[in-house]
């Protein structure tokens, strides 16, 4: 059974949550989930509304529409509320719709539809009396928004006077203000997609800001009207072309719905081609005077509704493909492909796996292709149109040798399997392939291995190419002069990564192993050896005395591991990295006690601790044979609680009767 204030609080949790993001995304224009986690959130919110019918919050997102205006601007009431518009995801949708319509009506009628693309911009809305633009007023919560005037008449596709005689003493007209695609290219590093830039743009406190950046506007329905003169959404779209205003030149009508699924599979894949963002078709009841008796519900018209397009794959083109090497020498084809948007993100590089992935699906330059991004998943193709394949495209032909270094390039004999590796290699194990070397530097730097904090793997490839770092041990060795003088490095920053350089000299054994970036020993295998071999002299004893073949007696190293590190070693590069680091670092000797204190216990953090990192407090319960799980499930014992803990975390451990204990009360476990 469940408890009414559990769900309560679940609920609340939810609402907090969602309205942090709306503002992200609606005042600060910086959204940090994508719009699919943000529908997500709401859908949740509106089951449990659903569900639970106690619930109720005046900041549900069942309150409102959008955002409520930013404080930086006078507010403005809409004459007419601007509502949202109901989704459809698919016919069943669709036909649902058109029956509720004919439902509404009473009597089975022919309907004719106007469809227009859904133009993912901001909507804007514009009032013109007798002809002169009066008011710019963004939608705000659909009630009230924000005057905006002077910013909205930077944009050039809005008429500030309008002559034409049809035009009524006072009209409301709305539309979408958007970016195109080319113009969010110059702005790509600020924001995530072209619609965050134009709604950043355009609520910028001074117009002169606004101006400099080319925003559209695309005019498409209207609000209050002193006339009631307009008989169809088709005949009114007209009316707006001949007032000045720049309407969607792909608008159509249509009278059934397979007319309309049609079109929406056609347009979904060539929305890449478009010059801007589409994220799905609007259909519109095409008679303005049944579009009156159907009305509205509480925040959506009951004669319109957004057939979206799907939030997780896209179709695109390839325009090249690029291979990439990774730090074991494989061999990752990526597509390069036209910028398209995906459920909020633009993509323009999707992987393509390997070279088999590849012949299979018959991937060539040129080739139209979906493209799939679900989750934090990176973005991969799925396959290729063939109905869009232009007449001669050349098969892919993937490279023998490496591109980066120009060694030979293999794909393995896998003995078990009797099957040759699908991954192409390059043959080069070591410092002399030059992206090798950089993706070796990024591992050894990396969290699980030598962490250093201030230095990231964008940092690593500048520092590659000013020949700052060239071997990981160059690292501890760095002109600090020269990078003092490189742009956006202030003396703090320097400071803070001097400070994260020393501070990863001390590391533990396995995580040094681990930082070598040898193949097949990733990190569970690094704290085997290392509990094996107890401290780094040994490691190199066994190294240099060619006794590798002994860690045969390691539980849990094999002959793959094994042929792996001997490969590793026989390059005498390799080996002098190993020696020259030992020579800076302070690699701790292994203390892992099988038998420790923590032994077959799990543990989980939440919230700062103090005076020791969580990198360290993990090592710690490792060292005594501890182990750390990554979620609040029924295997966790014990949940260690620092400074401000997540409150879900504490609130589930709680209700599976998990133990909750502080860091001082971990302490006395450990001594
Ligand atoms: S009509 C009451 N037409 O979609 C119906 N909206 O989710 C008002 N949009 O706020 C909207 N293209 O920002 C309409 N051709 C179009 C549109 C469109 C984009 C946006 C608009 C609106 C949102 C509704």
């Not at 907090?16 to 994508?34: A, T």
């Not at 790509?188 to 800001?209: C, H, I, M, V, Y």
């Not at 030979?408 to 078990?416: D, G, I, M, S």
């Not at 591991?561 to 590793?568: G, P």
Request: positive net charge; contains cysteine; aromatic residues 10%.
């Amino acid at each position: 059974m469940f408890k009414k204030e559990d769900v309560k609080n679940k609920y609340d949790l939810k609402i907090k949550e969602y309205n942090k993001h709306n503002k992200l995304y609606y005042e600060d224009s910086l959204p940090i989930i994508s719009d699919r986690e943000f529908d997500k959130l709401k859908a949740e919110i509106l089951n449990l509304e659903k569900n639970y019918t106690f619930l109720t919050n005046i900041k549900s997102p069942s309150n409102s529409v959008g955002f409520y205006p930013s404080k930086k601007f006078e507010k403005f009431k809409h004459k007419v509320q601007m509502l949202s518009l109901s989704n459809a995801f698919d016919t069943d949708d669709l036909i649902n719709f058109e029956k509720k319509i004919l439902n509404y009506l009473n009597k089975k009628i022919p309907l004719e539809y106007s469809v227009e693309p859904k133009i993912d911009g901001i909507s804007a809305s514009l009032t013109y009396l007798n002809g002169k633009l009066a008011y710019g007023v963004s939608r705000g919560d659909g009630k009230e928004g924000e005057l905006i005037t002077n910013n909205l008449k930077t944009i050039k596709d809005i008429p500030h006077i309008i002559k034409n005689s049809t035009i009524p003493k006072e009209i409301e007209i709305r539309g979408e203000v958007f970016i195109e695609k080319k113009d969010f290219e110059k702005l790509k590093g600020k924001f995530a997609n072209p619609r965050n830039a134009a709604s950043g743009t355009l609520r910028q406190k001074d117009s002169k800001e606004t101006g400099k950046i080319p925003l559209k506007f695309i005019a498409y329905t209207f609000g209050f009207s002193s006339e009631d003169k307009f008989k169809k959404q088709s005949d009114f779209l007209k009316e707006l072309k001949s007032w000045g205003f720049l309407i969607s030149e792909y608008n159509k009508i249509f009278k059934s719905i397979d007319g309309l699924v049609n079109f929406h599979r056609q347009f979904e894949e060539k929305r890449f081609d478009l010059k801007y963002d589409v994220d799905g078709l609007v259909y519109k009841i095409n008679s303005i005077q049944l579009q009156k008796r159907l009305g509205f519900t509480s925040n959506a018209p009951r004669w319109a509704i957004a057939h979206k397009f799907s939030a997780d794959h896209a179709y695109s083109e390839v325009l090249n493909i690029d291979i990439q090497v990774g730090r074991t020498g494989a061999l990752t084809p990526v597509a390069k492909v036209k910028p398209v948007n995906i459920g909020g993100v633009v993509v323009s590089n999707a992987t393509l796996h390997n070279e088999d992935e590849i012949l299979r699906k018959d991937i060539r330059i040129g080739d139209t292709v979906k493209i799939e991004r679900a989750g934090d998943v990176i973005p991969h193709v799925i396959e290729v149109d063939l109905r869009r394949r232009k007449k001669k495209l050349n098969k892919f032909l993937f490279p023998t040798k490496c591109p980066s270094c120009g060694s030979k390039t293999e794909k393995e004999y896998n003995k078990t399997t009797k099957k040759f590796d699908a991954v192409r290699r390059c043959t080069n194990e070591g410092f002399t392939c030059e992206k090798i070397a950089i993706e070796k530097i990024k591992h050894f730097i990396s969290k699980d291995a030598i962490n250093i904090d201030g230095l990231g793997k964008k940092v690593v490839e500048k520092f590659w190419d000013l020949n700052l770092i060239k071997f990981p041990q160059d690292i501890y060795n760095l002109n600090y002069k020269k990078i003092s003088s490189l742009d956006g490095w202030g003396s703090q920053s320097v400071s803070n990564l001097k400070y994260s350089i020393e501070n990863s000299k001390k590391v533990a054994l396995d995580k040094f192993i681990f930082s070598l970036g040898i193949r097949h020993i990733g990190i569970e295998n690094a704290k085997i050896i290392a509990d094996f071999i107890k401290n780094i002299r040994n490691f190199l004893n066994y190294v240099k005395n060619n006794k590798i073949n002994q860690f045969i007696n390691i539980d849990g190293i094999g002959e793959t591991q094994i042929k792996s590190l001997e490969k590793f070693f026989q390059n005498r590069i390799n080996i002098k990295v190993v020696e020259e680091l030992i020579e800076i670092l302070n690699v701790k000797d292994s203390n892992l006690k099988k038998n420790g204190k923590l032994k077959n216990q799990t543990f989980m953090f939440t919230g700062k601790l103090q005076n020791i990192s969580r990198a360290e407090a993990k090592s710690l319960i490792e060292e005594n044979s501890g182990s750390i799980v990554s979620s609040v499930n029924k295997k966790l014992d014990y949940l260690i609680i620092g400074e401000k803990p997540t409150n879900s975390k504490v609130e589930q451990a709680k209700s599976l009767g998990i133990k909750i204990i502080t860091q001082k009360e971990w302490s006395d476990l450990l001594y």
